[in-house]
Nanobody, 124 residues
């Protein structure tokens, strides 16, 4: 089993940067293949996928809205993935969640494990 903890959120100005961390405890990511994704949910809006990482080959993907501004990295040995967020916009304001699914190839809303989100607020 995997337990996820997201951290690193906070209040930033438009154009600023944050790096979010997602750390796994329990079995971690090292014994099986996982997809690990970042999702966000703004008040009154549906949860949306932001970025996805595949441990089997290291591939990452990003939603169109963040592709040129966000990047994802990992330190699987330490059971941690990161989301580097640059050039933040007010519409990036949301609670950000990390999630994972074991033995899967693509990110999905039907992830096996969800962490407690971390709030990102971008002020004008």
């Amino acid at each position: 089993d995997v337990q996820l903890q997201a951290s690193g959120g906070g209040l930033v100005q438009v154009g600023g940067s944050l790096r979010l961390s997602c750390t796994a405890s329990g079995s971690g990511f090292t014994h099986d293949d996982y997809v690990i994704g970042w999702y966000r949910q703004a008040p009154g809006k549906a949860r949306e996928e932001v970025s996805c990482f595949r441990t089997s080959d290291g591939r990452t993907e990003h939603s169109n809205s963040v592709r040129d501004r966000f990047s994802m990295s990992s330190d699987i040995a330490r059971n941690t993935v990161y989301l580097q967020m640059n050039s933040l916009k007010p519409e990036d304001t949301a609670r950000y969640y990390c999630a994972a699914r074991r033995n899967f190839r693509t990110c999905t809303i039907l992830m096996d494990y969800w962490g407690k989100g971390t709030l990102v607020t971008v002020s004008s």
